[in-house]
């Protein structure tokens, strides 16, 4: 017999399980690739093609890592827990290869970009899920929630989420800085310029679409010196993306909090199956999922993968490096959402936010040379640094040259 969840025992799970608290240096990451046909790019690939492209990778990758594919046909990576950043990069590498290999097999391509901009959002997993998903960003969402499900990629980096105390390595001060170099991270990141065929602009266009969405599920969480309770209560007052029924195999897309839903406007009581379906439905910019989900970072070309992940790594399991994030983040206005927002519009053509970003990214790299990083890894991060922050630009601005200066200067 399934029990229905009360209020109190919703609340006390959701803050409990978001943050697990211990130590620090696991690292994560989730990578997702557009995929194109190498002959005609603007064919979106069938479901049936893809998987047959996937069906040659080995049970278990070399990495450990494990190969899903999104709604719109995307194909995610997702790495397997790494003791520390050298290993997760190495795993993700080998894994990266076999899937590679196999998807050139098929005559196919993976892009590292924010948003494909130049075919139509076409959904193509077939699934109750993704289908109640896509209901509920028509009724809610606005043009950009197709947009987000079928053409859009991103970088997640995945970090423990901290000791339960409330130093450098605690969860407080890591869900604080997370918060605070997430403008940051994404405004250095954004590479997501255009929609349709043309220029937004947006440096992220991509995390334009999100926040366009239900704002209750992709804004970020006030800020709060009681992280748990705070998420907490953003998710029991975010909207129910469905209502799962399991005899009949319908979902339902009701318009209603799950914290409505505990107190009796649902159509059958919730049960912690719905919560934990939930919490997995709510995508602000960093979710705490019992560690922390940075998602604010746009898929970047290439190998460029790599970057993201051990700047982020750097600033935050270093614990020189963190305080001095901390200090560089601290010398900026908190303006919350609209901060967001200019990141994502503006990239690193705020001169405040280049200027944060580039101590930053200094800061990561001295880490990276502290620790002993392999060269390879030193050496992506300071060719970006030079090539990126320290001018001012972001990937999206390498798509911009030539730009109308309007489309690229905040004001």
């Not at 697990?20 to 696991?26: E, I, L, M, S």
Request: a neutral charge; proline letters at 8%.
């Amino acid at each position: 017999m399934v029990l229905p969840l009360s209020l109190s025992e919703a609340r006390t799970y959701a803050a409990a399980s978001c943050f697990r608290t211990g130590p620090v240096g696991r690292v994560g990451v989730e990578l997702e690739w557009l995929v194109y046909d190498a002959a005609d790019p603007l064919r979106r690939v069938p479901l049936d093609e893809l998987r047959s492209a996937l069906d040659v990778l080995p049970a278990v990758l070399p990495g450990g890592g494990l190969v899903t594919v999104e709604p719109g046909g995307q194909v995610e990576l997702s790495s397997a827990p790494g003791p520390d950043l050298v290993a997760c990069a190495e795993a993700t590498a080998a894994d990266l290869g076999v899937l590679r290999s196999a998807i050139r097999t098929a005559e196919l391509r993976l892009a590292g970009s924010g948003l494909d901009s130049d075919r139509p959002p076409h959904r193509v997993l077939d699934t109750p899920r993704y289908a109640a998903l896509e209901a509920f960003y028509d009724r809610f969402g606005g043009p950009g929630g197709r947009a987000m499900m079928a053409n859009s990629a991103s970088v997640q980096v995945c970090l423990d989420a901290g000791h339960d105390s409330d130093g450098v390595t605690g969860y407080r001060f890591r869900w604080a800085l997370a918060d605070a170099l997430g403008p940051v991270l994404m405004a250095a990141f954004a590479n997501s310029p255009a929609w349709a065929g043309r220029r937004t602009g947006w440096r992220s266009t991509r995390q334009r679409f999100r926040f366009g969405t239900d704002p209750g599920r992709s804004r970020a969480p006030r800020r709060s010196a009681d992280p748990r309770a705070a998420w907490a209560r953003y998710a029991l007052d975010a909207r129910v993306v469905c209502v799962r029924d399991e005899p009949s195999g319908g979902w339902a897309v009701p318009d209603m909090t799950f914290r409505q839903w505990l107190l009796g406007d649902g159509p059958r009581p919730a049960t912690l199956d719905d919560l934990e379906f939930h919490l997995g439905t709510l995508f602000p910019p960093v979710r705490p999922r019992g560690y922390l989900e940075l998602r604010m970072i746009d898929a970047q070309a290439g190998d460029g993968w790599i970057v993201p992940l051990a700047v982020v790594t750097a600033l935050f399991d270093d614990p020189v490096a963190a305080q001095t994030a901390a200090a560089l983040a601290s010398r900026r206005p908190v303006r919350r959402h609209a901060e967001w927002l200019r990141a994502a519009r503006y990239g690193l053509a705020d001169p405040q936010v280049a200027a944060v970003a580039l101590g930053c990214f200094e800061a990561a790299g001295e880490s990276l040379a502290r620790t002993g990083a392999p060269a390879a890894i030193r050496a992506a991060v300071a060719d970006f640094t030079d090539r990126y922050p320290a001018r001012g630009r972001c990937p999206a601005d390498d798509a911009l040259v030539g730009a109308h200066p309007a489309e690229h200067q905040p004001t």
